[in-house]
């Protein structure tokens, strides 16, 4: 079992950052791919990127270029810096985990384990 933990969400306005981070606990080595996603209400949720084990991303192209998806592995941390903010990145953010060595690390991957949510809204 993996638990998740996200932190870091809040209010910024337009053009501001964020940086969210989930800590893993459990048994963490038992997946090998992390992703981050985010549903705002009346909509889809949405895969915003995705990270594995060696540190190989992808980007919702939405975000790309204005996220990084980055981890720790040596503290179970997974983040995501969220930078150039716009009023449609307001949602609430998962992280999850999930995957092997022999799955693609996408955002279309079945996650397993998926942790509470943080919010994140932007005004503009």
């Known amino acids: 079992q993996v638990q998740l933990v996200e932190s870091g969400g809040g209010s910024v306005q337009a053009g501001g950052s964020l940086r969210l981070s989930c800590a893993a606990s459990g048994d963490t080595y038992s997946t090998y791919c992390r992703g981050w996603f985010r549903q705002a209400p009346g909509k889809e949720r949405e895969g915003v990127a995705t990270?594995?084990?060696?540190?190989?991303?992808t980007y919702a192209g939405s975000v790309k270029g204005r996220f990084t998806i980055s981890q720790d592995n040596a503290k179970n941390t997974l983040f995501l810096q969220m930078s150039s903010l716009k009023p449609e990145d307001t949602a609430m953010y998962y992280c999850?985990?999930?995957?092997?060595?022999?799955?693609?690390?996408?955002?279309?991957?079945?996650?397993?384990?998926w942790g509470q949510g943080t919010q994140v809204t932007v005004s503009s």
């Open positions: 990270i594995d084990r060696f540190g190989r991303t």
């Open positions: 999850a985990a999930g995957g092997s060595l022999y799955q693609a690390c996408t955002t279309g991957l079945t996650f397993g384990y």
